[in-house]
């Protein structure tokens, strides 16, 4: 194939191929480094960086993380976040998504333009969370849970993805008798499984990522989640005391040894959910990201 490419067509592709690989070694490096620095012994790690030699190697980091009950309770809160905020934040987005997909929707472009100026514009931090605080939902989980479950930009991807579906299919059910709420649950829906995949996928890895409204929100350790521990490891470089040790046997030396090391391996652990989720959503993510933003 080739071979039957024209001359310019041949370095084109070659172009590619290399630009490609690039992308590829300059997303690779990073992640191999995180992962061998998580293994290796903390006293070469911090005096001559990775070592690519097995006998090198310690999962001592890995032990302390995971005997951290403080560790393992965000990491808990952050799945139970993550996972709760999608689904809240999906289903309000497909709600409000089907309604102003169609064309006999009653309001559809003053509700549309409400929505896009929410795009550019916010009542900002204190406003936000005096608005919190007034519905007493400070130091709860519904302070993470409710104030950015609407995303603008996952209903206009809805939207459009709903009116990529041939209208002749309602019709055909409402002949068939399927009423309104009918036709979204068992017909619709069941279409729809790339644009949700994407919206999940989406929110969850919003909410993963996100500390700062946890910051600003939460007071009580029991509701902290994931990323406000590894704010304090990987920012501030003040790991927990459970993961430390005892400080008697350790001095100053050894400690920063060890932090450097729990850095590594926090940052591997962490990243693990979101590794796990791609390859179960990427059969999905290009039909419906595609099928969500060319039409309307």
């Not at 902290?224 to 040790?245: A, E, K, T």
Request: aromatic share 14%.
């Amino acid at each position: 194939m080739f071979k039957k490419q024209s001359k310019l067509d041949k370095v084109i592709l070659v172009f590619n191929y290399v630009v490609l690989a690039i992308i590829v070694l300059v997303v690779l490096i990073p992640l191999i480094y995180v992962l061998i620095a998580s293994v290796t012994n903390p006293t070469t790690l911090v005096n001559s960086g990775i070592s690519f030699n097995p006998l090198k190697w310690t999962f001592q980091g890995y032990n302390r993380v995971f005997k951290d009950g403080s560790l393992l309770l965000g990491f808990r809160n952050s799945l139970f976040y993550s996972s709760a905020f999608s689904v809240i934040s999906v289903v309000v987005t497909l709600f409000a998504g089907y309604p102003l997909s169609r064309d006999g929707f009653v309001g559809k472009k003053f509700i549309m333009t409400i929505f896009l100026i929410t795009m550019f514009f916010s009542g900002g931090l204190i406003p936000t969370y005096l608005l919190v605080k007034n519905l007493n939902m400070l130091d709860s989980v519904w302070s993470i849970l409710l104030p950015g479950s609407i995303n603008v930009m996952n209903i206009i991807l809805a939207r459009t993805y709903f009116q990529s579906i041939p209208n002749a299919l309602r019709e055909a059910a409402i002949i068939d008798g399927s009423s309104e709420m009918q036709y979204f649950f068992k017909i619709l829906l069941p279409l729809c499984k790339p644009i949700i995949a994407v919206l999940v996928l989406y929110q969850f890895v919003a909410q993963w990522n996100s500390y700062f409204d946890a910051m600003i929100y939460l007071k009580s350790a029991a509701l902290q989640p994931l990323q406000i521990i590894l704010r304090s490891i990987l920012v501030q470089m003040q790991p927990n005391p459970g993961m430390m040790g005892a400080g008697s046997a350790q001095d100053a030396a050894q400690r920063q040894q060890l932090a450097e090391l729990l850095k590594y391996a926090c940052i591997v652990v962490s990243s693990l959910p979101l590794l796990l989720m791609y390859p179960f959503f990427q059969k999905y993510f290009e039909k419906g990201v595609m099928m969500g933003s060319i039409k309307g």
